[in-house]
């Protein structure tokens, strides 16, 4: 019964939604739908998705979702391109205390879709086949990694990169147990050529950061070294778009090819037994099975590819390309390498600063501040992502840092003792605020400091604030007692000006008063 009330409120909201936009009155669209006009303002004041919130609030299913159909139908017409991750964040959004798993909520969208006929749509790109480039116009470049079994049991992860020529589809592939540099991708490069015998006339590449530098709106900054690398062999690059991994097709189809076919389930032992392999199935059966789109053996149309490739005139030298990558340390003293964070020392923060990392063959991660510098950091790679790898050297021994901080403001006091457990009581009172507090106490009077601590031990004050103050009180007691007394003159309460005073009045002779009192005149 809930079930088809609940069907019927909204019918008759939906309804009502309607007529209002058609301009009808209230008191006709009461009289037509047979409800109070109490009714339809009610529901008016509540937009479709406050509608719908408020049904789905009020009602109880068996299903855990069934309560919040409607609240989730009203999404997915709105927004037909919802997936069932964003309703699952919607409903937690709304619905603080709803538990429930992403799993159920996916579940549950697609039955509505499927009961309400309401399909998913995406944006989807348009692609269009396009004919391969001649023979020797171009090869494509990326890197790819997996992680394999060893033969003591243990997982081990190793890197590739992957070189194919766009007409023959003929392969060719280098790995290493470390991530790469950009001296090892060079050097890669080279091995290519010299496998393919002879340079392509373009080269598509990834926006790799062994590579590029920044996109600049397509005026492309690469990095110093492949820069060198780039001019000394002539090269002509077309790098992709990013998020665009469609424009090099060819070569992520080789990519998974080569973790798919090579290898899925294989065993490591040795990096270059494993190279060892890998170019034995290159012959077998990456160069040499007949791909599926062009229904020929790579080998065999290179055969005649090869005859349109630059030759390979002269060898270049890269042992002076620094082996390093760099990165920029954070505010909380860790780089960034493969979504983990690595610590370095603290201290080592500072704006723009850069440090330069390799990967040792012993899978260490090995942190220099220069190029060819000391090492300041070295950490064991770790395979896991968005971890915190930390060495405890790096970290700040927080108790030991206040206790010596208290013991060297405790010897500013004659009695080192009593001054060090005031400061311990300080400390347990003020723990988050204990550096602010001791540095206070340092800042007031030395020559009061002593009286001011008996004072504050003996009332059993424990504050930095009121410690300065008491030193202020005692400093003001003893400048009082030094003065001494001074008496101010009497001022008179008439206010008058004391030389009127001073005025002594004219005086006559006593015969003249006695002459006046018997009828004399004077």
Excluded at 169 to 176: I, P
Excluded at 253 to 275: L, Q, T
Aim: glycine share 4%; charged share 30%; hydrophobic share 35%.
């Amino acid at each position: 019964m809930g079930g088809v009330r609940k069907v019927e409120t909204w019918k008759v909201y939906m309804e009502i939604y309607q007529l209002k936009q058609e301009g009808f009155k209230i008191r006709r669209i009461a009289r037509k739908l047979g409800i109070s006009r109490t009714t339809v303002y009610k529901y008016l004041e509540k937009s479709p998705q406050e509608m719908a919130e408020w049904v789905a609030s009020t009602q109880t299913r068996k299903k855990k979702l069934d309560a919040y159909e409607l609240l989730i139908h009203t999404w997915l017409t709105e927004h037909p391109d919802l997936s069932s991750a964003q309703v699952h964040d919607w409903l937690k959004e709304r619905f603080p205390t709803l538990r429930v798993g992403e799993s159920t909520v996916r579940g549950y969208v697609k039955a509505l879709r499927e009961k309400y006929h309401i399909p998913k749509t995406e944006m989807k790109r348009v692609y269009q086949a396009i004919p391969d480039p001649p023979m020797g116009q171009q090869a494509q470049v990326d890197f790819g990694q997996t992680i394999q079994k060893t033969s003591q049991g243990k997982e081990k992860k190793l890197y590739f990169i992957s070189f194919v020529l766009s007409h023959s589809r003929y392969k060719y592939v280098v790995w290493l147990s470390r991530p790469f540099t950009t001296k090892d991708m060079i050097q890669a490069h080279e091995d290519a050529f010299q496998y393919f015998g002879g340079i392509p006339y373009e080269l598509a590449y990834d926006q790799d950061s062994l590579i590029v530098v920044s996109e600049n709106e397509g005026d492309l900054i690469l990095t110093s070294e492949f820069q060198a690398y780039r001019e000394a062999r002539k090269l002509k690059l077309f790098v992709c778009r990013k998020a665009d991994p469609e424009s090099k097709g060819k070569i992520e189809n080789v990519v998974g090819f080569v973790k798919k076919n090579f290898a899925k389930n294989r065993v490591f032992h040795h990096i270059d037994k494993w190279n060892e392999s890998c170019l034995a199935w290159l012959i077998r059966t990456g160069n040499g099975k007949v791909h599926n789109t062009t229904k020929k053996r790579p080998v065999e149309v290179f055969a005649l590819e090869k005859q349109h490739l630059r030759p390979v005139n002269k060898k270049i030298s890269i042992s002076n390309i620094d082996n390093s990558i760099t990165r920029n340390v954070r505010k909380d003293n860790t780089i960034i390498y493969q979504s983990n964070r690595y610590s370095v020392p603290l201290g080592t923060y500072k704006k723009d600063k850069e440090v330069f990392i390799e990967i040792s063959d012993q899978n260490e991660l090995i942190i220099r501040e220069e190029s060819n510098g000391a090492i300041i950091a070295k950490h064991t790679l770790s395979l896991e992502k968005g971890k915190l790898i930390q060495d405890s050297q790096h970290t700040r021994d927080r108790s030991k840092g206040i206790a010596a901080y208290i013991e060297t403001v405790s010897t500013y006091f004659d009695d080192k003792e009593m001054a060090s457990d005031f400061l311990q009581e300080i400390h347990q009172r003020y723990p988050r605020y204990i550096r602010d507090q001791l540095s206070l106490i340092l800042k007031v009077a030395r020559e009061r400091r002593n009286q001011a601590l008996e004072e504050c031990v003996a009332r059993k004050i424990y504050s930095a604030t009121e410690f300065r103050d008491v030193v202020e009180f005692i400093q003001r007691q003893t400048d009082s007692h030094q003065r001494p007394p001074q008496i101010e003159a009497i001022k008179t309460l008439h206010g008058m000006d004391d030389t009127l005073l001073q005025i002594k009045p004219k005086t006559r002779e006593l015969d003249s008063y006695i002459e006046l009192l018997k009828g004399a005149t004077v």
